[in-house]
């Protein structure tokens, strides 16, 4: 391990071999860092923080500190994070609450830009890219392999699935399915992700079946139980349409509509 002298480190924070602490860094007492994690200089690590391997935290994060929730404010939550995520400065990322499963979590393999926040109880999947100020709000879930633009915004208990991408200075107040390319002030679908699924590893008869679906379900003048019928009667068992029927199914807060 590698700690500056002028950190601050409880001696009874865990500390995986290879982990390297910048000056000035606060580490708490029930933070757990995994090998070859570097935390650069100014950041402060507390609560049940647990923080997987070959991360990099960027200067002046805050990760661990309580929910913003007056109500929850006390709860005592954790903040899980996986392996290999680019976390840069200023990000912060605070505990769950008792009005979930006290868990606030980050998969692996995620690109975190400057200034992004995550609230209480939110949870990020694997290999996503988050621009700069991304913010979401209280018990937001985002999916895997997902781009967000900078400034954009997503208000609490909404849902964004995978291969999903949001352009910059927009809001989402609704789900947002899989697949998806949105934008605007409250965001609205525009098609289907064709670049992003294509770097992803999706042929062209996937994405002609991706976009089968979009016509399906946001073109064809369907109110949405008959539309996503229509959608289910062309799945055959096939995982890209169940992707997109499960996540309609679950959705609590609706979808958002099309542009």
Do not use: W
């Not at 006390?74 to 290999?84: E, F, K, T, Y």
């Not at 990322?93 to 926040?117: A, M, R």
């Not at 294509?198 to 399906?216: D, L």
């Not at 369907?222 to 009667?233: N, W, Y």
């Amino acid at each position: 391990m590698q700690i500056h002298p002028t950190a601050l480190v409880d001696p009874h924070a865990k500390l995986a071999e290879g982990v390297t602490i910048g000056p000035y860094a606060v580490i708490g007492p029930e933070v757990e860092v995994g090998k070859e994690t570097k935390i650069e200089n100014n950041v402060t690590l507390k609560g049940k923080t647990q923080i997987g391997e070959r991360n990099y935290i960027g200067s002046y994060s805050t990760i661990g500190f309580p929910a913003q929730d007056k109500a929850c404010r006390h709860d005592n939550g954790r903040v899980v994070i996986g392996h290999d995520n680019d976390i840069r400065e200023f990000v912060s990322i605070h505990t769950g609450t008792s009005k979930e499963e006290y868990l606030t979590q980050i998969g692996n393999h995620n690109q975190i830009f400057v200034y992004c926040h995550f609230a209480h109880d939110t949870s990020l999947g694997d290999h996503c890219m988050l621009a700069n100020n991304t913010t979401l709000g209280g018990h937001v879930k985002i999916g895997s392999h997902v781009v967000t633009g900078g400034l954009s915004a997503y208000h609490q208990f909404t849902r964004v699935g995978d291969y999903a991408m949001i352009g910059g200075m927009s809001a989402m107040y609704q789900d947002v399915p899989p697949y998806l390319m949105c934008s605007g002030s409250r965001g609205k679908a525009y098609g289907i992700n064709v670049i992003g699924l294509k770097r992803q590893g999706f042929g062209n008869e996937e994405v002609e079946r991706i976009q089968e679906i979009y016509n399906t379900y946001f073109c064809s003048g369907l109110i949405p139980a008959k539309a996503l019928a229509a959608v289910e009667t062309l799945s055959n068992g096939s995982e890209i349409y169940h992707r997109f029927i499960d996540f309609v199914k679950s959705s609590k807060r609706g979808l958002i509509t099309r542009g």
